[in-house]
């Protein structure tokens, strides 16, 4: 293929989502130096670093955990993913740097970049439901874990509409193989399984539960260890156990 046809593929080939035959066209062009091409390609990349690079700035994942955690009452050890956080920023400044290499490796990084975007905006609109719970009028909320010696400490916020969002601090990460799963208690049945999480390093976490709650019928909420699948009834004692207090 020559350049004119392959120039309408510059911005997929940029963000790693070309097919083939172009993919391999663009990236013979580039390997022997076509100009055109190369051109072509570097500005699609510069365009995407641009759109994977603005998100951050104006919606940091980071801060909005930051103040969800902090709402709850629940200090974050800041160094290790502040530094995670910069470390990331700063490969990103590289990333760009590298845009006057322009090798095969494009569609490489750049389909990293795509991932990094795709998972932040994940991250976005989980922090984004987790403050929709804690800002409605009709959300709940109950303390764990105070005045005990050794404790997951946090809190469990729900809502009759929106779920259960549950907020910890002093919670280990799971060991390996296993994960934390939530559970809602009903006043009279078994308990409904509520999703599994995992704790950060710094012993924070933060796991969201979408979807109706029979807030008349609750009973309580529970953390219990478990494998990593999730479990359909809980095999171990919980960690932690919050009543679900009406007032
Ligand atoms: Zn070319």
Redesign the pocket.
């Known amino acids: 293929m020559?350049?004119e046809q392959?120039q309408d593929h510059y911005e997929l080939f940029a963000l790693g989502l070309v097919e083939e035959p172009e993919r391999s066209e663009i990236r013979d062009?580039l390997n022997r130096g076509?100009k055109?091409?190369r051109r072509g390609v570097k500005e699609a990349m510069e365009m995407a670093a641009l759109i994977g690079g603005a998100a951050p700035q104006h919606d940091p994942p980071e801060a909005l955990r930051r103040r969800i955690l902090a709402s709850a009452g629940v200090e974050q050890r800041p160094m290790r993913w502040a530094a995670l956080w910069a470390a990331a920023a700063a490969l990103s400044l590289a990333g760009a740097a590298y845009l006057g290499y322009l090798d095969w490796q494009y569609a490489a990084d750049s389909s990293r970049l795509r991932s990094e975007l795709r998972q932040q905006q994940a991250e976005v609109l989980r922090l984004t439901q987790a403050f929709a719970i804690l800002n409605n009028p009709f959300t709940r909320d109950a303390a764990f874990g105070n005045g005990q010696p050794q404790p997951p400490r946090g809190r469990v916020f729900w809502n009759p509409e929106q779920g259960v969002l549950l907020i910890a601090s002093n919670l280990p990460p799971a060991p390996v193989g296993k994960r934390y799963e939530m559970w809602v208690i009903p006043k009279t049945g078994k308990p409904v399984p509520a999703g599994t999480f995992q704790s950060r390093a710094d012993g924070t976490a933060m796991h969201l539960r979408t979807g109706e709650l029979d807030v008349g019928n609750t009973g309580a909420f529970a953390v219990t260890l478990e494998n990593e699948a999730g479990a359909d009834q809980p095999t171990s004692q919980p960690l932690i156990v919050v009543p679900a207090a009406t007032r």
């Open positions: 020559n350049c392959l062009h076509c055109t091409c």
